[in-house]
């Protein structure tokens, strides 16, 4: 009989593929979400932490939950409604499927949760971040703290948890990648700020497989960088992404206050960022597909 698997934000970019990716591998998976979409071909189930809601059917014989619901952090600017947005919708949805399985009698076994590498905070830093390492103050940092924290009491219910603090996730639809390439596309790319600053990135499939063994692995327990071995500064991949494309890099470094301007506060997620070490899941035997950049760009994109 195949294992349940409940995917919750599985109608978004990489909640999509996991599904899939997940039912590939003869996991029975059902969906979380916030509206009924009459064309999945998965089961869906609503919820609406606004408002306290879950259909707990949605828990009933379900061996895993994979947690990747939240509103997206860079998708508007930060006024302090979308600041309570972007939290609350990964706090209170957690605590939302907590309180709900303390009233079951249910049989998860895991719950694997999505969080950042923004956890370590967004700065230019030559330290090479790894999981011991204490929260960054800002506010994405904040919010992945306190998201952690809540995953972390699924314990108390017997249940194993496990955090990927995630890094950029490259794919053709939907991720940051199609928005990176588009400026290229139209022979405006630019290197953004100085340039230095880091980029911590997965490519999606990675992604996929290392989630899929943090359900399979009783071994796994708490947070994990979820990065490629091989993360590279802006101008390094503003450049293997001009070349992915066959385009030039005609324009000057886009500067920090243009950024600003644009983003407002959120383009510190493009203008800083360090590297952050993916030891600890090769530790726990995964192996990368794609390790290094330019192959795992030319996959993608041609
Ligand atoms: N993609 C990346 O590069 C990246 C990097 C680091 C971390 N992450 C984290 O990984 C998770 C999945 O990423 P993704 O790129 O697949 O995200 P996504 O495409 O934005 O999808 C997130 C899903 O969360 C649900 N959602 C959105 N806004 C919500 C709200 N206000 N309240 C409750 N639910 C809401 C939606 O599901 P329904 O409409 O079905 O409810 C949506 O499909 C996210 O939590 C993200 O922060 C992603």
């Known amino acids: 009989m195949s294992l349940k698997v409940l995917v919750t934000g599985g109608t978004g970019a990489v909640g999509s593929q996991l599904c899939d990716f997940l039912a590939g591998q003869n996991f029975e998976v059902s969906v979380l979400s916030r509206r009924k979409n009459e064309n999945s071909r998965y089961t869906t189930y609503l919820w609406d932490y606004k408002h306290a809601l879950i259909d707990k059917k949605a828990l009933e014989n379900c061996d895993y939950i994979v947690h990747l619901a939240g509103a997206g952090i860079a998708d508007s600017r930060w006024t302090s409604e979308r600041k309570r947005e972007i939290l609350e919708s990964r706090i209170k949805t957690t605590s939302l499927i907590y309180k709900a399985l303390s009233t079951v009698d249910h049989k998860v076994k895991a719950i694997i949760s999505a969080s950042a590498v923004g956890y370590y905070g967004q700065i230019n830093s030559d330290h090479?971040?790894?999981?011991?390492?204490?929260?960054?103050?800002?506010?994405?940092?904040?919010?992945?703290?306190?998201?952690?924290?809540?995953?972390?009491?699924?314990?108390?219910?017997?249940?194993?948890?496990?955090?990927?603090?995630?890094?950029?996730?490259?794919?053709?639809?939907?991720?940051?990648?199609?928005?990176?390439?588009?400026?290229?596309?139209?022979?405006?790319?630019?290197?953004?700020?100085?340039?230095?600053?880091?980029?911590?990135?997965?490519?999606?499939?990675?992604?996929?497989?290392?989630?899929?063994?943090?359900?399979?692995?009783?071994?796994?327990?708490?947070?994990?960088?979820?990065?490629?071995?091989?993360?590279?500064?802006?101008?390094?991949?503003?450049?293997?992404?001009?070349?992915?494309?066959?385009?030039?890099?005609?324009?000057?470094?886009?500067?920090?206050?243009?950024?600003?301007?644009?983003?407002?506060?959120?383009?510190?997620?493009?203008?800083?960022?360090?590297?952050?070490?993916?030891?600890?899941?090769?530790?726990?035997?995964?192996?990368?597909?794609?390790?290094?950049?330019?192959?795992?760009?030319?996959?993608?994109?041609?």
């Not at 603090?165 to 596309?185: D, Q, S, T, Y």
């Not at 290392?210 to 359900?215: A, E, P, V």
């Not at 101008?235 to 644009?262: M, R």
């Not at 192996?287 to 993608?300: A, G």
Request: charged content about 20%; proline content about 7%; aromatic content about 8%.
């Open 128 to 302: 090479i971040y790894v999981e011991d390492d204490p929260p960054g103050e800002d506010f994405v940092a904040q919010v992945c703290q306190k998201w952690e924290e809540e995953s972390r009491k699924f314990e108390n219910l017997g249940i194993r948890t496990v955090q990927f603090r995630i890094g950029i996730v490259l794919m053709k639809k939907g991720g940051a990648l199609e928005k990176m390439a588009l400026p290229f596309n139209y022979n405006v790319g630019a290197v953004l700020a100085s340039g230095k600053q880091i980029i911590p990135w997965i490519h999606v499939v990675d992604l996929l497989r290392m989630i899929l063994l943090g359900i399979q692995s009783s071994e796994m327990k708490g947070p994990y960088n979820a990065c490629s071995p091989h993360p590279v500064s802006n101008s390094a991949f503003s450049k293997l992404l001009a070349k992915t494309l066959n385009k030039p890099i005609l324009l000057p470094n886009i500067p920090e206050f243009v950024l600003k301007t644009i983003l407002g506060k959120r383009a510190v997620l493009l203008t800083a960022g360090s590297r952050v070490s993916s030891q600890k899941i090769i530790n726990s035997g995964f192996k990368f597909n794609h390790p290094e950049l330019e192959p795992c760009l030319r996959d993608i994109l041609t």
